[in-house]
């Protein structure tokens, strides 16, 4: 209903400013020329100007927004559009502290008085959507009393979901009248952008995926992710264990806690690709400000995952795919990664292996001949999936983001230590990966995953193979070569039933004797 009212509104604006009339008056053979005159005009014309200028934030705040963010600094324009959203966080002030409080009280229904001790005033991170503040809680929770605190600011959201769905009626609109937007299919990339978005300022999902990758991780000693704190985790609010921390592009700081940088850098790369590509569960998002490093005695030096606003999942067909073959890929064993393209369904029918084979090495040995020290495994990982393109091929979006994911987790490891062997790193970790797969922990793992339907066919194979018999039987004829095997089959059945049940009698039996004779 508001999205309707907003394009209604929209409508209203156009006509307001005479859009049809202006067009109906252009001069007939004239009209480019006729527009850019009024167009200089409308420039030069003062209150004309400052009228558009106060409608248009009216409109769709977070596209002017968006907007004057691109005037003032044009290169988010490369960017994505979160990192955009993250650069507008200097267009608004943080909440005063009643308002503060009044929003944790409609998020949590109880007075936050009731429930923290103390709320740091000054947030120690303000955007325009929401703000994180440090907490201190009344009573501890799993051993907690020092919380981190997400609170959204619920009439900003309301606002972005607006603008996202007035997006989607324009490109819905566009598709109707272009063959271009229809071809882009533009509506549908609107309607992606607004679930994205829906996405990003989910706590709740947000708190689920710590909390997964906290099990995942739970065991692995160079990395620590935040307990959730259930109990304080809205729609609209996020409590998680407070660790107190340094940016991990802070060097100085980690010198300052006497922390090993060259450790720190083999760690990230080490642990992005475990979490992305034996795990399946990774940061789709990952920049300087989703990692830190924990400063605190107990879990000093480890890296700490906070951000899980965008987490992306792979199958275990793309993560098998992508370990195997990029384990042929580092051995140069390009026909053996041809064929997992094929079987993985990421080229058609039509593409030959040998020419899938040539398009590899020909990618490929170019990063093999490059300097040790200049090589990039992200790059390789990236003409590894692209490298079925131009067969008409593609790979899954979900195992793109994983090689952006990877590629973006060695940039920021190399920013902190340029000389850190990213390519040894991502080699040893996907081998490892490769191996257990492959040895006994991968069998055990495969048969645990199958032991689930195994235990409900398991019982009913006599069944199945009897009633086929039977079937098979009842089709050859009353005379036919099975009828004596399925004669004994149903005297062997009646034996076994009549066993078990006078082996039930006299275990009953056995058992009133022995309770007679205790007594």
Known sequence: MRSTFRQLKLLFCALRYGVRLIWLAAPEHHKLHWFVSLAVRMRDDERLAA???????????????????????????????????????????????????????????????????????????????????????????????LVTLRVLRTDHIEEVDDDAALLCGVARWMERFSGAARQLQLHKLALELREDLKRRF???????????????????????????????????????????TVSITDVAGLAEHHINVTRVATHLVEVVTQQAFEHGFFHATLDARHVAVSVEPPTLGRLVLAGSSLMTSLSSPEREFFVHGATALFRQDYGALADLHQAAGHVGVHARSEQIEAELRTRGEAHFASDVDTRSAGALFHDLLHAVQPFGGAVSPR??????????????????????????????????????????????????????????????????????????????????????????????QRRTRTLLIACALCGAVLGAAAIVILH
Not at 72 to 93: G, K, M, V, W, Y
Not at 118 to 126: E, L
């Open 51 to 145: 009228s558009l200028h106060g409608a248009l934030p009216r409109l769709a705040p977070l596209a002017v927004a968006f907007g004057q963010t691109l005037a003032e600094r044009p290169e988010l324009a490369a960017t994505t559009l979160h990192d955009s959203i993250n650069a507008l966080e200097h267009f608004e002030a943080p909440l005063a502290p009643d308002a503060l409080e009044a929003a944790l009280y409609a998020a949590l229904g109880k007075p936050p008085k009731t429930l923290f001790s103390w709320i740091a005033p000054t947030p120690v991170h303000h955007g325009w959507c929401e703000e994180t503040h440090i907490a201190r809680l009344a009573l501890p929770v799993g051993g907690h009393q």
């Open 202 to 244: 989910d706590l709740r999902a947000q708190a689920a995926n710590l909390s997964q990758a906290s099990h995942h991780l739970e065991k692995n000693p160079r990395v620590v992710v935040p307990d959730v704190i259930w109990d304080l985790c809205t729609p609209h609010t996020l409590a998680v264990q407070h660790i107190d």
């Open 399 to 492: 195992l793109a983001a994983a090689q952006r994911a990877f590629t973006q987790a060695e940039d920021l490891a190399r920013t902190i230590h340029p000389g850190v062997d990213a390519w040894g790193i991502a080699e040893r970790t996907l081998a490892g990966i490769a191996q257990r797969d492959l040895d006994h922990r991968g069998w055990i793992r495969r048969l645990s995953e199958e032991l689930p339907h195994l235990a409900q066919i398991g019982p009913r194979v006599p069944q199945m193979l009897f009633r086929y018999l039977q079937q098979h039987a009842s089709t050859q004829g009353a005379h036919g070569p099975h009828t004596d095997l399925v004669g004994s089959l149903r005297n062997e």
